[in-house]
């Protein structure tokens, strides 16, 4: 028995914020976001919309591509870092405004930009423990609730009309090494077992190692803390992710080309075998060395970081079901998804489409 992929669908805000936009309120220029990341717009949510939303748009398209409705799902994987609560997750919302059955148990998971690799990981397993027949795994993530929104960033969306202050330019350019990079948007799948032989998930290979969660993390507002949030918190902006992002990216170079390599081993296959790497969108300059290390040429290397940033749980499905709609990915293909990302959480998984 395998796990196949039989629908996906995607939820993508309405907002969209061009580089030219984050220029006008810190110090940064569409020339180095471009040059540095690849990013050239990204979509933000609406105050208000939360990851479950754009879940859920996501869940309901995934849904009708498979032919199925919540009454066919037997359980639900909400991979995310930014829930709508602190507590609970957000398979609960989803459970209840679209009306899943309460015997649709959901699971939440996090691991940041890996989110949604280890939910394909966790979802094979159970489906292939016999235990469900139809997972859906939906990966989401909002970054605009991390930006110091009274700085001036209403004005990113059309929603203010004025020029920062000297002081909040100065704030907003603090953290611009981060905030340029990431934008909010969510994919998800059907999942199902398949006694049809040669398709579906065929390995996968998933790695931890929190030696260094230092490199990219969010410092403050933890459990850790007592109370967990507080003024001097908020004040020191620990709420705010932190991130060496050259020790990041030096990891991620390495950490998913030799991810690849064992995954492709384990199903006796080699890299040059990959008709398409769905990898991870933290940064173009990252696709390009990854895939330059594989040996793999542009066309089977797909990206979409240019218009969407880095939505973190979201980028894999987003990026899946954008080849699937216009016919890069066919029946047949030996798929590959790669990411790394916060934890560190990284890894690989093998799929014949
Ligand atoms: N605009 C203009 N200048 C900037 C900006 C900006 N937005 N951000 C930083 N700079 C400046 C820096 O201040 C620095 O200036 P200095 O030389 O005067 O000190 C200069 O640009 C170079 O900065 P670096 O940090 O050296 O730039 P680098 O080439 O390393 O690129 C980047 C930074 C894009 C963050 C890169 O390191 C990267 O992509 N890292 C990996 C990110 C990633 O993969 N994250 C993981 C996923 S996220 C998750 O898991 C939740």
């Known amino acids: 028995?395998?796990?196949?992929?039989?629908?996906?669908?995607?939820?993508?805000?309405?907002?969209?914020?061009?580089?030219?936009?984050?220029?006008?309120?810190?110090?940064?220029?569409?020339e180095w976001i471009r040059t540095r990341s690849g990013v050239e717009q990204r979509h933000y949510v609406d105050d208000g919309q939360g990851s479950s939303d754009l879940g859920i748009m996501a869940a309901e398209g995934a849904l009708a591509a498979a032919g199925r409705t919540k009454d066919d799902i037997d359980a639900i994987i909400f991979a995310t870092m930014t829930p709508d609560h602190f507590f609970p997750g957000n398979g609960p919302v989803v459970q209840a405004k679209m009306g899943f059955a309460e015997s649709t148990p959901t699971f939440d998971i996090r691991q940041q930009c890996s989110g949604f690799l280890y939910g394909l990981d966790l979802a094979d397993s159970l489906i292939r423990s016999g235990k469900y027949k139809r997972v859906l795994l939906i990966g989401a993530d909002v970054h605009t609730p991390f930006m110091p929104w009274e700085n001036g960033w209403a004005t990113?969306?059309?929603?203010?009309?004025?020029?920062?202050?000297?002081?909040?330019?100065?704030?907003?350019?603090?953290?611009?090494?981060?905030?340029?990079?990431?934008g909010d948007g969510a994919g998800a799948v059907v999942i199902e077992a398949s006694e049809s032989g040669e398709r579906g998930l065929l390995e996968t290979r998933l790695f931890t190692n929190g030696s260094n969660i230092e490199a990219l993390f969010v410092p403050g507002v933890g459990f850790r803390h007592r109370p967990f949030v507080s003024h001097a918190q908020l004040d020191a902006t620990d709420h705010i992710p932190v991130m060496e992002g050259r020790e990041v990216y030096k990891?991620?170079?390495?950490?998913?080309?030799?991810?690849?390599?064992?995954?492709?081993?384990?199903?006796?296959?080699?890299p040059a075998d990959i008709d398409i790497l769905?990898?991870?969108?933290?940064n173009l300059r990252i696709v390009e060395a990854v895939a330059k290390q594989l040996g793999l040429p542009d066309e089977k290397v797909p990206h979409n970081i240019e218009r969407y940033g880095n939505t973190t749980a979201g980028?894999?499905?987003?990026?899946?079901?954008?080849?699937?709609?216009?016919?890069?990915?066919?029946?047949?293909?030996?798929?590959?998804f790669t990411a790394l990302g916060s934890g560190l959480h990284w890894g690989a998984a093998l799929y014949r489409a």
């Open 156 to 182: 990113t969306i059309g929603q203010e009309d004025r020029e920062v202050t000297a002081e909040e330019y100065a704030a907003n350019t603090a953290i611009r090494d981060r905030t340029v990079l990431f």
């Open 315 to 336: 980028t894999l499905p987003i990026l899946f079901h954008e080849c699937l709609q216009d016919g890069r990915i066919q029946p047949g293909m030996l798929v590959c």
């Open 278 to 282: 769905i990898i991870h969108q933290a």
């Open 1 to 30: 028995m395998r796990s196949i992929i039989t629908g996906s669908g995607i939820g993508i805000p309405k907002n969209v914020v061009p580089n030219s936009a984050l220029a006008k309120i810190m110090d940064t220029s569409d």
């Open 251 to 270: 990891q991620a170079i390495v950490k998913m080309p030799e991810a690849v390599r064992q995954v492709c081993a384990a199903a006796g296959v080699e």
